[in-house]
């Protein structure tokens, strides 16, 4: 019994032991963590008699907290407490890098919170901060403004009406009314983050960036203030006062200039009234080089009309003369004006000569007419008849009724439009003819064949008026009641009218009717005429 009874107070003494060790090491430990404030020099000091627990330090004041250091003219210290109300050319250091100046500063070591009041700088390794009022948690080292501040590094200068520097993590977060600027761009936004390391900006609201070329502006995305490079996302556009480019999402380099877009892109060239739209693009901004691809839409837009255009994938390069375009077409090029339409499988536009060159198996129409030929050059002309010119195999069908063309043929033909028809064809050799001839105005009174290697001949309302044959002529005229259905037709007749485009949203690749029923059919549910 008197064992076990020797054993339990053994026990209980051990016990009691540990306990004040362990009451022991809190005490050091909380006394440690509460370490007060030194005060290392002064001039010399004051109790203050308004002020319960308050000294007053005057001259040269030096204070140390932690690993906090404290410079200025006049402090107040408060007994039981590690707080200093310092006033004139305060200066507190912390560590190696950070310095916060200002005229006065209130600090609370208990909180290890600062408020700094009036011409107020905080430095950061390269980084200053200027503004009338700072509060900075020395805890987790984050300095917030609601006055106005300004950041300013070895490049940028960025200002806004509230800030917030968050020091270990280098990221700066600038709220309303942010401005920036440096030897290479200005900056206007709502909201924005800044690293202080690699001076990358992260767009967070509307934001405008203007460099030495461009206007950029996103509401999401970042700008690389070093080289220019952006990423743009949420309603990016970037423009100039020659062009703009929107989209979904773009990439920028103001270096290079290259980017890409992506999404709903948009193209706009505003000195040639051309539009080119798509869901994806390459650009280079230096030379003028755009590549767009999927659903690609050429516009070119006027007063009067705009030309509607798709193809595969569409090119604009710049021409020899300044601020004039080249724009390249491939593949399944299909086009839509009020006055014209045509399909082939590539298509060149110089906005220098208003030139169109049309490539393998081009087709054009316009009103009755149907004009093919291995190539067609179209040339728009200030006050003069527009021009086509229409290269080998060319051939030309008017359709006059359900059953009647009139047809012309021959190596190569020049063509002028005046007030957006068809005035007269010029014929260079192998010319052939064959029209209904008229003895008046709707009367019927033959099929005429005719054959001369040069013809002129002129129209009136789509039909063919007149033909003046250079050379001398074979022909002759069958009346229609006499003539074979073969009769009816030149060789190499092909009236393609289920190609033809209806609108200006028939201009993508479509099932293709089969005969001109379908045709019919489908241009009047499109509210269109196939002629």
């Not at 423009?239 to 892109?265: C, F, P, R």
């Not at 105005?441 to 007149?466: H, Q, T």
Request: net charge negative; with cysteine.
């Amino acid at each position: 019994m008197s064992s076990n009874f020797s054993i339990d107070l053994k026990y209980i003494a051990l016990k009691y032991k540990l306990i004040v060790l362990f009451l022991l090491f809190v005490l050091v430990t909380n006394a440690q963590e509460k370490k007060e404030i030194q005060i290392l020099n002064t001039e010399y000091g004051e109790s203050v008699e308004n002020k319960k627990n308050a000294q007053r330090l005057v001259g040269n004041v030096e204070i140390q907290h932690k690993d906090i250091f404290m410079w200025c003219d006049t402090a107040y210290t408060y007994s039981g407490t590690n707080r200093v109300d310092a006033f004139g050319h305060v200066h507190i250091n912390q560590g190696d890098t950070l310095h916060l100046y200002a005229r006065k500063i209130f600090y609370d070591g208990d909180i290890s919170f600062a408020q700094a009041v009036d011409s107020v700088k905080f430095v950061n390794k390269t980084t200053t901060l200027y503004s009338d009022t700072l509060d900075y948690d020395l805890e987790t080292n984050i300095g917030y403004y609601d006055d106005y501040g300004k950041i300013i590094d070895s490049t940028n200068v960025l200002t806004s009406l509230i800030g917030k520097y968050f020091v270990d993590e280098d990221i700066v977060h600038f709220y309303q009314d942010v401005e920036g600027y440096s030897d290479d761009y200005t900056l206007a936004g709502d909201t924005l983050y800044y690293n202080t390391v690699n001076g990358r900006i992260t767009i967070v609201g509307p934001t405008t960036i203007r460099d030495s070329a461009n206007t950029l502006y996103a509401e999401a995305g970042w700008y690389d203030t070093n080289t220019g490079e952006a990423e743009l996302q949420k309603n990016p556009i970037v423009s100039n006062k020659k062009q703009m480019l929107k989209a979904d999402y773009i990439e920028y380099n103001d270096e290079n200039g290259d980017g890409k877009a992506k999404g709903t892109v948009h193209i706009e060239d505003f000195e040639n009234q051309i539009i080119v739209t798509g869901t994806k693009a390459d650009y280079n901004e230096t030379i003028e080089i755009a590549t767009v691809t999927d659903s690609a839409i050429f516009m070119m837009y006027s007063d009067n009309d705009t030309l509607f255009m798709h193809a595969d994938t569409l090119r604009t390069v710049p021409d020899t003369i300044e601020g004039e375009k080249i724009v390249k077409a491939f593949y399944g090029v299909r086009f839509y004006r009020t006055d014209i339409q045509g399909i082939c499988d590539s298509l060149v536009y110089y906005s220098r000569d208003s030139l169109v060159q049309m490539h393998n198996n081009p087709v054009i129409w316009s009103e009755i007419h149907q004009l093919s030929a291995d190539m067609i050059e179209m040339q728009q002309k200030q006050n003069a008849p527009d021009e086509l010119h229409l290269t080998n195999n060319s051939f030309i069908i008017s359709k006059q009724d359900s059953n009647r063309y009139d047809q012309i043929k021959g190596k190569n033909m020049t063509g002028f439009v005046i007030n957006n028809e068809l005035d007269n064809i010029i014929v260079d050799g192998n010319g052939q003819t064959l029209y209904y001839a008229r003895e008046k105005e709707d009367e019927i009174i033959g099929l005429n064949r005719a054959e001369s290697s040069n013809i002129a001949i002129k129209f009136r309302e789509g039909k063919i008026f007149k033909i003046v044959f250079l050379t001398q002529p074979e022909g002759r005229l069958k009346p229609t009641d006499q003539l074979d259905e073969g009769e009816r037709r030149l060789s190499g007749f092909d009236w393609k009218i289920n190609l033809r485009p209806l609108n200006r949203h028939d201009i993508f690749q479509r099932e293709i009717p089969k005969n001109e029923e379908e045709t019919k059919n489908l241009a009047e549910e499109e509210g269109q005429s196939p002629n």
